[in-house]
């Protein structure tokens, strides 16, 4: 390894088995999914006022607009030990790259490629800057602070880019890559993603243009804090770790649910129980939710307001698991529930560390749910918390593009995006099917 850039590189640069190409096309279904969804959360009218009177939407634009609206949803996969969610990241800059390209022939297996290098460096750059630790106890987003390398490497890759080429534009991607607090904002949290996606894109770009950055930029001596060491303080442990291609995509976890990750394992278990019981949520007198330290503040919020709490409570999705279980395929949350039964649902879920958990996560993001019934009895689940499937398969995850899709009536066009995924053979074919299935004004970030 002459430079950690340069590894990066190499990594981005290497093609995917067959396995790897067949799991990235369930990821690019899944992502235009919830980009379709986003049609009807505020961030997509955001977006398309944005670019309200410009002449011509550049691929940048594209990208710009794709990724603020798949990030916006809480339905994009999510990288559970970096905590990264790369499908937001990757697919906007694929889009793009595939705009750029043109008529000029890439292949299939180059998008795919393409998807699982963006993958790799999300995954890898998410570790570095500190996983779990930077979200939960520093304030941080490892997502931001990967996503624009995760574009550029993606993008550069599609375009034809040679190994040492993809690391110059991962390289100066990394010189506008923002270490930013989140902050609690929503429309501030999609936008500064999207600019970060777009920047990694452009970096792509210069790189293809014959632009060069630094490949030392995170290879500097410990005796000098420079902000690249700063930036990714881990990037050198998570690179002598064993890898192999494809490892950062298959890492990736489909989401069940319009949803935060870490709630996720709560609503499983919740529905595990209610199925196999046959209990009604009028039934339940408790819900008692364990999950490990280190994300219980996060989803422990019984009271709130607004789209992004009732996506991240675990009291509000415990208790539409159990009452209103569609609720839980809404990212836009245009009605958020109030009657009585739902209030009183909400009372009785409470959410407890339990340390014994904490050796899973973050591998996984596990919840163990006891619910009691009327009459004492107490029934108990543990959810392992890798998604409710271990591994999809397109009918699951049609199944779940079938119950997004109802929420904004495009139900009948979730057969014929499924065929243009699951067959295009060239980087054209792809961008007509993600066109066709955002609308020509969707795709431009128009209101739907």
Same mark, same amino acid.
Do not use: N
């Given at each position: ?9 190499? @990594? ?8 790897? +190409? ?28 944005? #670019? ?7 691929? %940048?634009?594209?990208?710009? =607009? ?5 990030? $916006? ?6 990288? #559970? ?7 937001? $990241? ?23 490629? %393409?998807? &699982? ?78 600019? &970060? ?23 500097? =001596? ?43 394992? %709560? ?28 994300? @219980? ?28 279980? %569609? ?15 739902? +209030? @009183? ?104």
């Amino acid at each position: 390894m002459t430079s950690k850039l340069l590894e990066l590189g190499r @990594r981005a640069a290497l093609p995917a088995a067959e396995p790897t +190409r067949a799991l990235a096309r369930l990821h690019l279904f899944d992502s235009l999914v919830a980009a379709g969804a986003a049609g009807l959360v505020p961030e997509a009218g955001f977006a398309a006022r944005h #670019l309200a009177g410009a002449l011509e939407v550049s691929p %940048a634009d594209r990208v710009l =607009a794709l990724a603020r609206r798949v990030r $916006a949803t809480e339905l994009d996969d999510l990288q #559970l030990e970096s905590v990264t969610t790369a499908a937001a $990241a990757v697919v906007p800059a694929l889009v793009g790259a595939a705009a750029v390209a043109g008529r000029r022939e890439v292949s299939a297996d180059d998008v795919l490629d %393409a998807a &699982a290098a963006g993958y790799e460096v999300m995954g890898t750059l998410g570790l570095a800057v500190g996983g779990p630790g930077f979200l939960y106890q520093q304030g941080g987003w490892p997502s931001l602070s990967a996503a624009g390398p995760a574009a550029a490497a993606a993008a550069a890759r599609l375009l034809g880019l040679e190994p040492e080429e993809i690391a110059h534009a991962i390289a100066l991607s990394v010189l506008s890559t923002p270490r930013s607090l989140r902050g609690s904002g929503e429309d501030g949290r999609w936008l500064s993603f999207g600019l &970060a996606v777009t920047a990694g894109f452009h970096a792509a770009l210069a790189a293809r243009s014959g632009a060069r950055g630094d490949l030392s930029l995170l290879d500097q =001596a410990s005796s000098r804090a420079t902000p690249g060491r700063e930036l990714f303080p881990r990037l050198g442990s998570v690179l002598e770790r064993p890898w192999a291609p494809g490892q950062g995509l298959e890492k990736a976890h489909l989401k069940q649910w319009a949803s935060a990750g870490q709630v996720a394992a %709560a609503i499983d278990a919740a529905g595990v129980l209610q199925g196999a019981h046959g209990f009604t949520a009028g039934d339940v007198t408790a819900v008692d939710v364990h999950v490990p330290p280190a994300y @219980r503040p996060m989803i422990d919020q019984p009271g709130g307001t607004g789209r992004m709490w009732s996506l991240i409570s675990a009291q509000y999705q415990v208790a539409l698991r159990l009452l209103y279980p %569609a609720d839980l395929f809404d990212c836009a949350r245009r009605r958020l529930r109030g009657d009585a039964g739902f +209030r @009183r649902l909400m009372g009785v879920v409470r959410v407890h560390d339990e340390e014994p958990l904490a050796a899973r996560h973050p591998v996984t993001y596990p919840a163990r749910v006891a619910v009691t019934l009327r009459g004492g009895q107490v029934e108990e689940y543990l959810s392992d918390g890798r998604s409710p499937v271990p591994r999809w398969e397109w009918d699951v995850l049609l199944a779940k593009a079938h119950a997004v899709a109802a929420h904004t009536a495009t139900e009948h066009r979730v057969g014929p995006l499924h065929q243009a995924i699951s067959e295009f053979s060239d980087s054209a074919q792809f961008l007509r099917a993600s066109a066709a299935w955002l609308g020509r004004g969707r795709c431009r970030g128009r209101p739907s």
